[in-house]
DNA sequence: TTCGAAGAGTACTGGACAGTCTAGTACTGG
DNA sequence: CCAGTACTAGACTGTCCAGTACTCTTCGAA
């Protein structure tokens, strides 16, 4: 008897194989029959665990959407204490563009806005989840260092989503047209930059 | 004898069927009979001006990104001889928010990067035409301005690129991935503050 | 060991679609 | 008015793919 039963292992396999091929090729990119056969299963199984095709690229994503976001939540909540705005939010900085520039979620990204159209709600939760919600996290934890006088937002919800575009908008924009590379010190010129022109503009 | 040959003619109605499928319903959601029909022309007249679809597609939105980059061009040229850096960077920034976020660009934005994988070349020609050649003429002004004493800016580039996704980050996140409207007002608060963090950061 | 459920393998259906072919019609320049 | 070219209409080929059907095999629980 294995930690899980035949049917759970055959389960995540299918997921597995369709979450790489869905995240590398797209949605209409990828067949059912290269699913079944990078899971090492038959097709009649792939459509015994999930109704069609629509549905197993929904599971998958939304999966994925629960993960990306119980990884940047943790990361806000460092800042939660902060004496050193400077240093803090640097460090800050530093995780988030690494965290959502990460390649696994730039195609991910990719792959949800060539399917806009097709899937309008998952588009949408995505946004919420992902940026949205990083979004009013920071915005309260903005609110809170501004009650402690360590910074002066008087749109809190304003000064997050600016905080993160300047960190994150000049390598994701260029990574969603061409895979070029980026090495870690030029995400740290930018979130580190980023800092610097938020502070100039928020800080006390 | 009209304006147009009726070969011109005939050229021109497949551009602009195939630009408003293309553009609605992205590359693989158009068939090139369905272009042909809205074109209300046969299918050979097609095929006899455009060597097969990818070639039409390429075509399409090469014309488009010429025209996109001389929209945008002309805009950032009246700054060159500002006086008043806050007046003048302010109208700026709201010409290029509306500019930018026309709803044409932002459907051209989401097909580009929908078939990125299958056409590299065209996705970098449009990054590298639109943000990115904005970037380089921004650049070019703020270098200026800052040899007048009205700006300060150290790395023209990068403050060039911050500035940009300052301005147009926040909606133009949202409307990759949801078709949200924004009113006139909403735009012109986005780069009105945008110009406030910008200057606080890079002002004199 | 046996039985029922799950799975493998594979063939099949039906529909979409790029691109070609053909036979006949309309336009245009000379 | 007459070629020759462009265009039309629609049938046709080949391919791809989602989803189904069917038969035979394997697993695992009692």
């Known amino acids: 008897?294995?930690?899980?039963?035949?049917?759970?292992?055959?389960?995540?396999?299918?997921?597995?194989?369709?979450?790489?091929?869905?995240?590398?090729?797209?949605?209409?990119?990828?067949?059912?029959?290269?699913?079944?056969?990078?899971?090492?299963?038959?097709?009649?199984?792939?459509y015994k665990n999930f109704a069609d095709k629509e549905r197993l690229f929904i599971e998958i994503i939304t999966a994925d959407i629960a993960q990306a976001e119980a990884q940047t939540q943790a990361n806000v909540q460092a800042l939660a204490s902060s004496e050193d705005i400077a240093t803090d939010l640097r460090d800050f900085a530093r995780r988030h563009i690494t965290i959502v520039l990460q390649p696994h979620l730039i195609q991910m990204r990719r792959v949800i806005i060539a399917v806009a159209d097709r899937f309008p709600d998952l588009a949408t939760t995505w946004y919420a989840s992902g940026p949205g919600r990083s979004?009013?996290?920071?915005?309260?934890?903005?609110?809170?260092?501004?009650?402690?006088?360590?910074?002066?937002?008087?749109?809190?919800?304003?000064?997050?989503?600016?905080?993160?575009?300047?960190?994150?908008s000049i390598p994701l924009n260029q990574l969603m047209f061409s895979p070029e590379e980026f090495t870690q010190a030029q995400f740290e010129y930018y979130a580190d930059e980023a800092v610097r022109v938020f502070l100039a503009a928020y800080g006390t």
Do not use: C
């Open 1 to 46: 008897m294995s930690s899980q039963s035949r049917s759970a292992r055959k389960h995540d396999a299918i997921m597995d194989a369709a979450r790489t091929l869905f995240l590398r090729n797209g949605y209409s990119g990828t067949s059912m029959d290269e699913i079944a056969a990078l899971a090492a299963v038959s097709k009649q199984t792939v």
């Open 135 to 168: 979004h009013t996290t920071l915005a309260a934890q903005f609110e809170e260092l501004t009650r402690r006088g360590l910074l002066r937002t008087p749109d809190p919800l304003l000064a997050a989503q600016h905080f993160n575009w300047l960190v994150l």
